[in-house]
């Protein structure tokens, strides 16, 4: 089992940057594919961002794509996203998750496709 930590949220003002970290509990997190997803108040879980297993491939939503950049160290069991130019509707809790399959090419993007998830970090943009 994987366990999944998140870090690196807090409050920040429109246009500033944050970066988030999620530290995985074992080895063979190098073997996933990641993802990044967010839930604001009153709304569904949403798909952030997704990177392949070994780094090479990366995904993102269109709402965030030119702001947001998600990377990973294998070496540090982490994966990050670098959050610039943040806006207010970015305000949600972000989680991270780890693909369901092996050596996953982070082109996934539905939850159900995440099986272990971290207990999530809240990110605040005031205006």
């Known amino acids: 089992q994987l366990q999944l930590t998140e870090s690196g949220g807090g409050l920040v003002q429109a246009g500033g940057s944050l970066r988030l970290s999620c530290a995985a509990s074992?080895?063979?997190?190098?073997?996933?594919?990641m993802g990044w997803f967010r839930q604001a108040p009153g709304k569904e879980r949403e798909f952030v961002a997704a990177?392949?297993?070994?780094?090479?491939?990366?995904n993102y939503a269109d709402s965030v794509k030119g702001r947001f950049t998600i990377s990973r160290d294998n070496a540090k069991n982490t994966v990050y996203l670098q959050m610039n130019s943040l806006k207010p509707e970015d305000t949600a809790v972000y989680y991270c998750?780890?693909?369901?399959?092996?050596?996953?090419?982070?082109?996934?993007?539905?939850?159900?496709?995440?099986?272990?998830w971290g207990q999530g970090t809240q990110v605040t943009v005031s205006s």
């Open positions: 998750a780890s693909d369901d399959l092996r050596y996953g090419s982070g082109t996934r993007y539905r939850e159900y496709e995440y099986r272990y």
């Open positions: 074992a080895r063979t997190f190098s073997w996933y594919a």
């Open positions: 990177i392949s297993w070994n780094g090479r491939n990366t």
